[in-house]
């Protein structure tokens, strides 16, 4: 495709409940990245992976939330046991990671509601 | 003291005016800068990068960075309306490590 793409676009789950949220990263992109971004804030970084190198993990809230990369592409971000203060928009972007060349381009996001 | 800090505003100017959005950050080791437009309820877009101390043009938008005052900052000439968006300033530390995002400047442009 033509740019990042994310799904759900919306989803609402119950407290408790475990949701898998999807990117699909623009073709050919190496770094894959995953934010999050609350209500009239900013964005929050979770996760980013680049190609087959261990992932940086270091923006994960806690040990609810996990996120992998299969193929070098599709990523999938997960949140177990769902709690309300998870609600927020899920985004995630790419980019190509050369020198010089590393601006990221966002998806159009995944709005987790969480009940 | 936070990494990257924007003023929240809002920030209003009329049509047509220059509009000047500033970020700093607390890292001196970070190298390059972006800033993203976001309207409301859509995902961040890309305006512009900048790795070198100067300014850098393109078309209405020019990005400033000065590196030993720790500053980026954003020049919008002859704003309108459809302006009018929350501007992210972005830093990253080493090319392809992790952003930090400032929390935005709502700018306003009135007709």
């Known amino acids: 495709g033509a740019g990042v793409s994310q799904s759900p676009s919306n989803k609402v789950t119950e407290k408790g409940k475990d949701v898998e949220l999807r990117c699909d990263p623009i073709?050919?992109?190496?770094?894959l990245y995953w934010y999050r971004q609350s209500l009239g804030q900013g964005l929050e970084f979770l996760i980013y992976f680049q190609g087959n190198s261990a992932p940086d993990k270091s923006g994960l809230p806690s040990d609810r939330f996990s996120a992998e990369r299969t193929g070098g592409s599709v990523s999938t971000l997960t949140i177990q046991r769902t709690q309300q203060e998870d609600s927020a928009v899920y985004l995630c972007?790419?980019?190509?990671?050369?020198?010089?060349?590393?601006?990221?381009?966002f998806g159009p996001g995944t709005r987790l509601t969480v009940l | 003291q936070k990494e990257v800090e924007q003023n929240s505003g809002p920030l209003s100017v009329p049509e047509g005016a220059i509009a000047s959005l500033n970020c700093t950050y607390s890292d001196r080791g970070s190298q390059s800068f972006f800033w993203y437009r976001q309207y409301s309820g859509k995902s961040p877009e890309l305006i512009m990068f900048i790795y070198s101390n100067g300014d850098k043009e393109d078309g209405r938008f020019t990005a400033q960075l000065n590196k030993a005052s720790q500053y980026v900052s954003l020049l919008i000439r002859d704003s309108q309306p459809s302006d009018s968006a929350t501007y992210l300033c972005?830093?990253?530390?080493?090319?392809?490590?992790?952003?930090?995002f400032g929390p935005g400047t709502r700018l306003s442009v009135l007709p």
């Open positions: 972007a790419s980019s190509l990671r050369i020198a010089g060349a590393n601006e990221q381009f």
């Open positions: 972005a830093v990253n530390k080493n090319y392809g490590q992790n952003f930090v």
């Open positions: 073709s050919g992109h190496t770094a």
